[in-house]
């Protein structure tokens, strides 16, 4: 038995809900594609917490680099799976203007809806990746934060409550290069209720 041996469960990927199929604007071609790289990240989640189980860098068999790819490549994963969780989650509704909880929340931080859109949008057409509403604790405020991969640029006690999909991956069969369409059809898709579900279970105040 390896020193760093851990415990660890393995999880399965959460079920894609039908009525994401059926999107205005983002095709059943590129969920479905989407879904597999989303499953693919919990697959490769738990290969990798059962390679680390087996390697111990302090020993004959293992070495530090290996071990060091091990863990940036589960942060990779894991920050795959909860991105991915979230974007799923939050689609299959009608879009238009953030309301309840949430709507109050934007026009507090941002001045209007209309502010909080353009500053979400140009965000994500900055990002390799990912741009995310969170709601920062610490200064218990909501920003629109960057992130460049699945495992870039987490902030530290901020809860990200949108979360905006930007890698090719998300639009490219639909779009081809204009990810601006793109991100407006993931914007009239959103669910706002359960972007407020989250607001109300985070005990997030307005
Ligand atoms: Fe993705």
């Not at 994963?77 to 909860?82: E, F, L, M, N």
């Not at 200064?139 to 629109?144: S, T, V």
């Not at 930007?166 to 204009?178: C, G, I, P, Q």
Request: net charge negative.
């Amino acid at each position: 038995m390896s020193a760093l041996a851990f415990n660890f469960e393995e999880i399965t990927a959460r079920p894609l809900k039908p009525a994401l199929l059926e999107l205005d604007g983002i095709s059943r071609g590129t969920i479905e594609a989407h879904y597999k790289l989303y499953e693919g990240y919990v697959a490769k989640r738990n290969e990798i917490l059962s390679r680390l189980a087996d390697v111990d860098p302090t020993t004959a068999n293992g070495t530090y680099s290996e071990f060091r790819e091990l863990k940036v490549e589960l942060t990779f994963a894991v920050g795959g799976i909860k991105n991915h969780e979230l974007y799923f989650d939050h689609l299959g509704g009608d879009g238009g203007e953030p309301s309840g909880a949430i709507g109050a929340l934007v026009d507090r931080d941002f001045g209007s809806a209309g502010a909080w859109r353009d500053d979400l949008r140009a965000t994500g057409l900055a990002a390799r990746g990912w741009a995310w509403t969170a709601y920062d604790w610490d200064e218990g405020r909501l920003f629109n934060y960057i992130g460049d991969a699945q495992n870039t640029f987490p902030v530290w006690n901020a809860t990200p409550l949108v979360a905006l999909d930007v890698y090719e991956h998300a639009f490219w069969l639909d779009y081809r290069t204009d990810r601006a369409a793109y991100i407006d059809a993931f914007l009239d898709n959103l669910d706002w209720a359960v972007v407020n579900e989250w607001v109300s279970g985070y005990g997030i105040k307005p």
